[in-house]
């Protein structure tokens, strides 16, 4: 072998080496690419989706289940505040007269809501309230009429004695009718399992 033809094979020996080198490097960068905008987009998923729990509970019933449902899907806990609070006479089903009896009898009876909520923030909104006559209580329908729902998803749940929570739901829907809602749950008592299986935007 002359002089030159060892000059010619070592650097033909180094362009393959760089050539390998420089192969795997990219490959590797490529590789290393698909798991990062993957992550990404789970992250752009979550913002998207920002949960909001809102509920209305006159003696705390309801509270409970609404402050499970936060815990377990990480949604903002949100209480629906009546300008006027509920006495206990105000809430006696065996009076006719009493306040709560003649809202529910009352087809325009909307109860003032003393906060603002930001509904503008979220865009899974679940509803919550007690069952009073077989419906929501006024002040759900009150919430409905001053603030736009369009396209936000809505998972109704309430509390009751007995009674489900089909009837109130049909009611509420006319009340936004550009949502999207979800099948409702009724709730009888706090049971932190049921509402795991169940709060199904976690
Ligand atoms: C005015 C009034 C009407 C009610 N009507 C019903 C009813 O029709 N059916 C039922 O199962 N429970 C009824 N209840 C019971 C409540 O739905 C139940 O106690 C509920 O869990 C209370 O929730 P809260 O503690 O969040 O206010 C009524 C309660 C009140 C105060």
Redesign the pocket.
Same mark, same amino acid.
């Given at each position: 072998m002359d002089k030159k033809m060892i000059i010619t094979t070592g650097i033909l020996f180094i362009i393959i080496i760089l050539g390998i080198f420089t192969y795997t490097l990219m490959s590797k960068n490529s590789f290393a690419d698909k798991p990062e905008e993957t992550e990404k987009d789970g992250e752009n998923d979550k913002i998207k989706r920002k949960i909001g729990v809102i509920?209305?509970?006159? %003696?705390? %019933? %309801?509270?409970?289940?609404a402050d499970y449902i936060s815990q377990t899907t990480g949604g903002d806990l949100i209480e629906i505040v009546p300008e006027e609070n509920?006495t206990s006479a105000d809430?006696?089903?065996t009076d006719d007269d009493?306040r709560?009896?003649k809202e529910?009898k009352s087809v325009n009876a909307r109860p003032k809501i003393k906060n603002k909520l930001q509904i503008e923030e979220y865009d899974t909104i679940y509803l919550?309230?007690?069952?009073?006559?077989?419906?929501a209580?006024k002040i759900i329908y009150t919430l409905l009429d001053t603030y736009d729902f369009k396209d936000k998803e809505i998972i109704p749940f309430?509390?009751?004695?007995?009674?489900s929570i089909d009837v109130s739901v049909e009611d509420l829907k006319e009340l936004a009718k550009n949502a999207v809602w979800h099948d409702g749950k009724r709730f009888?008592k706090t049971s932190k399992d049921e509402i795991e299986n169940w709060a199904i935007w976690k």
């Open positions: 509920y209305f509970s006159a %003696t705390g %019933t %309801t509270k409970e289940i509920y809430l006696n089903y009493s709560a009896n529910q919550g309230y007690p069952i009073w006559w077989g419906m209580p309430c509390t009751s004695g007995g009674s009888s």
